[in-house]
């Protein structure tokens, strides 16, 4: 009986199907190359982010005389306590964060309303409207530096940080209408009928139930909005001139002297200019995504 229940399991026992065996082999193979390029194309993403902290902790002559590549021998840490106590990099720090933060706000704020004013009313000139923003986007930043500083001149706003602001929105209207009109082509018009019956006003329709189902856009818009407005370096360098305006992106030229030129307190400025960005985006980054793909495919 058992010679027989072996030949019987032996018979019953699933055959290996080679073929089956050979894609899986391929496919276990193709995830390793796959990974490993994804890996060295990582590796020279953030190489360059550990390079920029070894050279913020490097001297004058270790940035000269050795390789480019070496590790700080007596690693620098007092050239960050130096650009953040006497190089003003806390001053510029704090306006590059409020400049950012109300250019953000009254951006996507303004873009919101004009949005839903297109999409959501009807009145003869939306059409037109909407194509003069569009048109903002194909002006380039430099064609408008003379003009907006007579203008800015003629206003008495040279060196005020509300041309800033303003210049900084103006400009990131057109992007942001552009990616808040594909969500709001999404969005259900029969949530906002509803409220129309409930009684509802046209602002509390926008701000208590249009406003709120775009959120994940929005976050998407201001994330944009903020990487543009913390790096921007033509407007601030052309119409501010006092240290107490200036961000950092311009505040670093002070570390550059005419006989002498701190590399290490650069580097240093360097890696907290990008901090707040890299953690903005770490945490935020799948906002950017969720955004634009929830705006992509209509209906």
Same mark, same amino acid.
């Given at each position: 009986?058992? =010679?027989?229940?072996?030949?019987? #399991? ?14 899986s082999l391929l496919s276990k193979i193709g995830f ?22 070894? !050279?913020?902790?490097?001297?004058? @002559? #270790?940035?000269?005389?050795? @390789?480019?590549? *070496?590790?700080? *021998? ?15 990099? *806390? /001053?510029?720090f704090f306006n590059s964060v409020w400049i950012t ?14 949005? !839903?004013?297109? $999409? ?43 041309a800033i602001v303003l210049t900084y929105t103006a400009?990131?209207?057109?992007? $942001? ?12 018009? =029969?949530? #906002? =009928?509803? &409220? ?13 139930? $249009? /406003? ?52 290490? &307190? ?8 990008? /901090? ?6 770490? !945490? /935020?980054?799948?906002?950017?995504? #969720? ?9």
């Amino acid at each position: 009986m058992n =010679e027989v229940t072996v030949q019987q #399991e032996k018979q019953q026992a699933p055959k290996l199907d080679p073929q089956n065996s050979t894609g899986s082999l391929l496919s276990k193979i193709g995830f390793v190359v796959l990974y490993t390029i994804l890996g060295i194309i990582a590796f020279f993403q953030i190489y360059p982010l550990i390079w920029l902290v070894f !050279f913020s902790l490097k001297t004058n @002559s #270790e940035v000269f005389n050795d @390789s480019p590549f *070496s590790l700080p *021998s007596n690693p620098q840490w007092g050239n960050y306590i130096t650009v953040w106590t006497e190089g003003n990099i *806390s /001053l510029y720090f704090f306006n590059s964060v409020w400049i950012t933060a109300t250019a953000v706000i009254l951006t996507v704020l303004s873009a919101s309303l004009v949005t !839903f004013a297109i $999409t959501r009313m009807k009145w003869k000139l939306n059409k037109l409207v909407l194509g003069l923003f569009m048109v903002g986007i194909m002006i380039p930043v430099h064609s408008t530096l003379i003009p907006l500083f007579d203008f800015f001149l003629r206003v008495n706003l040279i060196d005020n940080p509300i041309a800033i602001v303003l210049t900084y929105t103006a400009f990131n209207l057109p992007l $942001t209408i552009m990616i808040l009109l594909g969500f709001y082509y999404t969005l259900p018009r =029969e949530i #906002e =009928e509803a &409220a129309v019956i409930d009684g509802c006003s046209v602002h509390r329709i926008f701000f208590q139930v $249009t /406003l709120p189902m775009t959120m994940p856009v929005i976050a998407t818009t201001a994330i944009i909005n903020m990487i543009y407005n913390w790096n921007e370096f033509i407007f601030i360098n052309t119409f501010i001139s006092s240290d107490k305006y200036k961000t950092l992106t311009v505040g670093i030229q002070n570390f550059v002297g005419q006989y002498m030129t701190e590399w290490g &307190a650069i580097g240093a400025t360097l890696v907290i200019s990008i /901090l707040p960005i890299l953690i903005a985006f770490f !945490f /935020l980054s799948n906002k950017i995504v #969720e955004g634009i793909s929830s705006g992509a495919v209509k209906g």
